[in-house]
């Protein structure tokens, strides 16, 4: 989690199952993009999944969300492959993995 002030402005959720860790969700508050504060939140969640001896770190993410695209690919990120219609309204998913 993440706070300014005292408020909330971000969160990362992931799970662990034995070698693999999924980022389940991450977001920060639309006034507090862009200052860094993604970055620290994934770099926590990189930490956190590496001292519970994960392996590989796998999320999926719109593709159409190019910024948070180039926020994985910045930490290590690699595309695996697409997930067609993933999303409810259609959209498909981008599946990225980070070798831990």
Same mark, same amino acid.
């Given at each position: 989690m993440a706070t300014v002030g005292g408020q909330v402005? !971000?969160?990362? +959720?992931?799970?662990m199952r034995g070698k693999v860790a999924h980022l389940i969700s991450i977001a920060v508050h639309? $006034?507090?993009r862009r200052k860094g504060i993604g970055s620290a939140?994934?770099?926590? +969640?990189? $930490?956190?999944?590496? #001292? !519970?001896? #994960?392996?590989?770190l796998r999320l999926e993410v719109r593709e159409s969300n190019l910024?948070?695209? $180039?926020l994985y690919v910045h930490a290590g990120f690699s595309a695996s492959r697409v997930i067609h219609s993933y999303y &409810? &309204? !259609? $959209? &498909? #998913?981008v599946v990225m993995e980070l070798e831990l």
């Amino acid at each position: 989690m993440a706070t300014v002030g005292g408020q909330v402005v !971000g969160y990362a +959720v992931f799970l662990m199952r034995g070698k693999v860790a999924h980022l389940i969700s991450i977001a920060v508050h639309p $006034e507090h993009r862009r200052k860094g504060i993604g970055s620290a939140l994934l770099s926590k +969640v990189v $930490e956190s999944t590496r #001292a !519970g001896s #994960a392996s590989l770190l796998r999320l999926e993410v719109r593709e159409s969300n190019l910024s948070a695209q $180039e926020l994985y690919v910045h930490a290590g990120f690699s595309a695996s492959r697409v997930i067609h219609s993933y999303y &409810d &309204d !259609g $959209e &498909d #998913a981008v599946v990225m993995e980070l070798e831990l």
